[in-house]
């Protein structure tokens, strides 16, 4: 989910780019909008020097995210009993971040303090920039599935939920809408190999029209739709289960049975909401960073000497919203520390399971979800 290469900045390395007549091509000397190309690298001295603090970060965010979220699909796939619409996003969502941590992250990275540039091929600067862009969108996609799939599981709970079929062709779609969305930036990054004109550089960058501020307008529209699309997804589907669940209620004391499903909505929601927070507050720094130094070309706000500094900065930041999930549904949801426990203690966690499965007196096994008004859910997030 790398929102600096496909915003056109590139760790600062290239400033801001536009293609003058003739195209980047035809005037690799010329290509970069400067008298003096090396005039736009001030900042990496500065870079340089945060590098040893930078790298550890970076390789806890990949390690850290790339466990957590291969545990978290671990346990969907493992447990029949997490097969289900709302899993299958979830799972989707910890594809997407596993993606950006184990194939663009450690690229984007390197492109940023190797000072020679890209250092990966032609292909791969076309390719990398796509797939960091469609990661975003997919996790603001899969976010917006999860908050829609709990609001038709409350209110229309005799509905048939959907299939897995339904779940794939949902999933199908996410991704090719997000490749969609993400297919502007690819079109227009140039590799630009500088070593014939002297400079030991080679530049893997966008190059925008100069006419239209195409640039900026996709700026805002990726600001928009990273925010607005998440966050009013999960507050409608609040605001209507909460309505839903006022018009089905049935005055006087509720049972055991409402009072264990009502702890469970709660759950639930603070899972999505606390998903949702996550990877916006992470985003906001860097969306906001990109959006500033397409209003200001020419770095006044911002000096060039500071640039590459707060990209990474903000950069990881970002990256960081990818180790979240996996702790956020471990720390609320039992299911999930259960699978985590016979992971680490496989022998405790045969012991625990025997356990769980004795049958109770009504002949229903105690590790069993607990049954709501309507049905039973066996989710990392539950029916609500």
């Known amino acids: 989910m790398d929102m600096d290469i496909f915003m056109n900045k590139g760790f600062g390395l290239t400033g801001n780019i536009t293609q003058p007549t003739g195209g980047p091509e035809g005037n690799k000397g010329q290509g970069l909008n400067h008298s003096d190309p090396l005039d736009m690298f001030v900042g990496m001295e500065l870079l340089q020097r945060f590098k040893p603090l930078f790298l550890p970060l970076y390789c806890l965010v990949v390690v850290v995210a790339g466990v957590g979220n291969s545990f978290l699909l671990a346990c969907i796939l493992a447990d029949k009993k997490l097969h289900n619409a709302t899993n299958f996003f979830i799972g989707n969502l910890a594809a997407g971040d596993l993606l950006m941590c184990l194939s663009c992250v450690p690229l984007t990275v390197s492109y940023a303090f190797d000072s020679h540039g890209w250092a990966f091929g032609q292909p791969l600067c076309h390719l990398v920039p796509l797939l960091q862009c469609a990661t975003v969108f997919a996790s603001v996609l899969s976010l917006t599935a999860i908050a829609v799939d709990r609001y038709i599981v409350v209110a229309h709970p005799v509905r048939k939920r959907i299939s897995v079929w339904g779940c794939g062709a949902v999933t199908l779609g996410v991704w090719l809408l997000s490749l969609a969305l993400a297919a502007p930036p690819s079109f227009y990054t140039r590799y630009l190999d500088l070593r014939p004109s002297g400079i030991d550089l080679v530049v893997c960058e966008e190059f925008w029209p100069d006419s239209g501020n195409l640039r900026l307008l996709y700026s805002c529209f990726i600001l928009a739709t990273s925010y607005m699309?998440?966050?009013?997804?999960?507050?409608?589907?609040?605001?209507?289960?909460?309505?839903?669940?006022?018009?089905?209620?049935?005055?006087?004391?509720?049972?055991?049975?409402?009072?264990?499903?009502?702890?469970?909505?709660?759950?639930?929601?603070?899972?999505?909401?606390?998903?949702?927070?996550?990877?916006?507050?992470?985003?906001?720094?860097?969306?906001v960073l990109n959006l500033l130094l397409d209003l200001d070309p020419e770095f006044l706000i911002i000096g060039k000497r500071y640039i590459n500094v707060l990209q990474v900065c903000c950069h990881l930041v970002a990256m960081s919203s990818a180790?979240?999930?996996?702790?956020?549904?471990?720390?609320?949801?039992?299911?999930?520390?259960?699978?985590?426990?016979?992971?680490?203690?496989?022998?405790?966690?045969?012991?625990?399971?025997?356990?769980?499965?004795?049958?109770?007196?009504?002949?229903?096994?105690?590790?069993?979800?607990?049954?709501?008004?309507?049905?039973?859910?066996?989710?990392?997030?539950?029916?609500?």
């Not at 209507?240 to 209620?249: D, F, G, N, Q």
């Not at 006087?252 to 909505?265: I, L, Y």
């Not at 899972?271 to 906001?284: D, G, K, N």
């Not at 496989?346 to 012991?351: E, H, K």
């Open 323 to 384: 180790c979240y999930n996996p702790f956020i549904y471990a720390s609320l949801h039992s299911k999930v520390r259960m699978h985590l426990k016979g992971y680490l203690c496989p022998c405790r966690s045969r012991r625990g399971e025997m356990v769980e499965r004795a049958p109770s007196r009504s002949g229903v096994f105690e590790a069993s979800s607990v049954t709501a008004p309507v049905m039973q859910s066996h989710m990392i997030h539950p029916n609500i």
């Open 229 to 287: 699309i998440p966050l009013l997804s999960v507050s409608i589907s609040y605001c209507a289960i909460t309505v839903s669940l006022k018009r089905y209620s049935v005055p006087g004391e509720a049972s055991s049975s409402q009072q264990r499903w009502s702890q469970r909505r709660k759950k639930t929601f603070t899972l999505l909401v606390a998903s949702v927070l996550a990877f916006a507050l992470c985003w906001l720094p860097l969306q």
